[in-house]
């Protein structure tokens, strides 16, 4: 006979779990979710949200273990009720810092599917658009650049691909002769290859690097190449779904994609910091 993983009761041969008892701790997870979303955006008593989760994972046989990730979901979908409409007004920035303050969570329980991140961008977006230099990033460790007096690092991309337009030439043509026996099965050929070369651009891998993003320049660095360019010698940007393109001021200047990072994040930036 086994025994229900949920409410540790016998559950039958051959069973695991009584459907009911399932079906009260899927329906429990969801609830909790939407009651964690529903206080921050709503911004009550955290101290009865507290009951209320509790109360409810207790009847839904949801263990204590399992609120970390319930309490992340419900902060996922509260990030998505703020942002839908692109912008993070100040008085949500303060829910979600009351609610970071109250349950003082590691980071990582409620950035599991990138929502500080997107509320950190939001922000950024906000401050540029309000004609302020952000200073919301935090970098430990040692950038691969040096800055300018009064630069500032608005944000960092790791793992960037780095590509530029290059030219390559090849020749397209036939060749022309006549071969004469010289001996049983050996052949010598005589003639000559007729061609013109044929160019064609592609899009050359150069390095995978760091990608960071300042109140002046935009910069990559990797291994192989390291540069900066400063945005008032951009004369055109292109958004990518995973990354941006750039055309620099210049007749042999080329075209560049970096690739692997937050198109849409990358070009609004890029575009408004060039006008501060």
């Not at 303060?94 to 409620?110: G, M, P, Q, R, V």
């Not at 650049?145 to 020749?171: A, C, G, H, P």
Request: aromatic residues 12%.
């Amino acid at each position: 006979m086994s025994i229900c993983k949920f409410c540790g009761q016998k559950a039958g041969f051959f069973k695991s779990v009584h459907k009911e008892c399932e079906a009260a701790y899927n329906a429990g997870k969801i609830a909790i979710a939407n009651k964690i979303s529903q206080a921050i955006v709503a911004s009550t008593d955290f101290a009865n949200l507290d009951t209320e989760v509790n109360n409810t994972a207790q009847s839904a046989y949801i263990k204590k273990e399992e609120l970390g990730e319930l309490y992340g979901l419900g902060f996922d979908k509260a990030v998505e009720t703020f942002l839908d409409d692109g912008v993070v007004s100040p008085e949500e920035e303060e829910k979600i810092s009351n609610f970071k303050t109250h349950f003082a969570f590691d980071e990582s329980i409620l950035d599991r599917s990138g929502s500080l991140q997107k509320i950190v961008k939001a922000l950024i977006l906000r401050d540029i658009f309000d004609h302020k230099i952000p200073s919301r990033l935090n970098i430990s460790g040692t950038l691969p650049f040096l800055l300018q007096k009064d630069e500032s690092v608005i944000w960092v991309f790791q793992n960037v691909e780095f590509y530029e337009q290059r030219t390559k030439t090849t020749f397209q043509g036939r060749s022309q002769g006549v071969s004469v026996k010289i001996a049983k099965g050996l052949y010598y050929r005589t003639g000559s290859f007729k061609g013109n070369p044929v160019t064609s651009e592609q899009m050359t891998l150069l390095g995978n690097g760091m990608f960071a993003l300042t109140n002046k320049n935009l910069y990559f660095g990797s291994s192989a190449k390291t540069f900066k360019t400063p945005y008032n010698k951009l004369i055109s940007i292109t958004q990518y779904s995973d990354g941006i393109g750039i055309q620099k001021d210049g007749v042999s200047s080329k075209p560049q994609i970096f690739k692997d990072l937050d198109g849409w994040f990358a070009y609004n930036l890029i575009s408004n910091l060039t006008k501060l």
